[in-house]
């Protein structure tokens, strides 16, 4: 699968910061996601299958970044991935997008425990927790093979591989731009409704 031209002018775009400015850059824009009743439906629609397992829900039980737990980022990650997607017009597969940012994480282990059972490389958890989780996902949700590239390949650049869809592009950046709200403690994380 070859990226097309518009594929390639969607991920420059995306990738272009150049306005970036930090003395107006505000870090509320995950409560503002979160907030939004539109891209609350959108996730309710496309990922309640995933939302209402009883397996997903022990992605609350870990620690993913500060105080956020695994569950909260990948919400994170999804409605940041909605709205990526719908203010570029980058028209990625909605269904598919939610799905695979759910389910980027999905390795059910506290990588914070050296020795927590399926945490088979504590030192390398970056470069192997994608595999992890897409075998979860394959083992308890049926998915297409966009969302098994959104989750094998959003650690690019440590996989080495780049994402091979638009979708994947999109969940790779909002999981990154997530993260670094999270890790910096900019967004504290308490994901404020049930979506199960």
Request: with cysteine.
């Amino acid at each position: 699968m070859r990226l097309s031209k518009e594929d390639k002018k969607i991920i420059k775009t995306v990738l272009n910061i150049k306005d970036y400015n930090p003395d107006t850059f505000d870090p509320e824009i995950l409560n503002e996601l979160e907030s939004s009743e539109e891209y609350r439906e959108i996730l309710k629609k496309h990922g309640e299958e995933i939302l209402c397992s009883e397996q997903y829900a022990r992605l609350k039980e870990f620690i993913q970044h500060g105080n956020v737990t695994v569950y909260e980022h990948s919400i994170h990650v999804a409605l940041c991935a909605i709205k990526l997607n719908r203010k570029l017009s980058i028209n990625g597969r909605e269904r598919e997008l939610v799905r695979g940012a759910l389910l980027h994480d999905y390795f059910l282990y506290d990588w914070h425990i050296q020795d927590a059972p399926g945490n088979i490389h504590p030192k390398l958890h970056g470069f192997y927790h994608p595999g992890i989780a897409l075998r979860n996902a394959t083992r308890d949700f049926s998915l297409s093979e966009r969302e098994k590239d959104i989750i094998v390949k959003h650690m690019w650049p440590l996989t080495i591989n780049p994402p091979r869809c638009r979708e994947a592009w999109i969940v790779c950046l909002a999981d990154k731009y997530a993260s670094t709200l999270e890790t910096l403690k900019l967004r504290k994380g308490k994901i404020r409704v049930n979506y199960a």
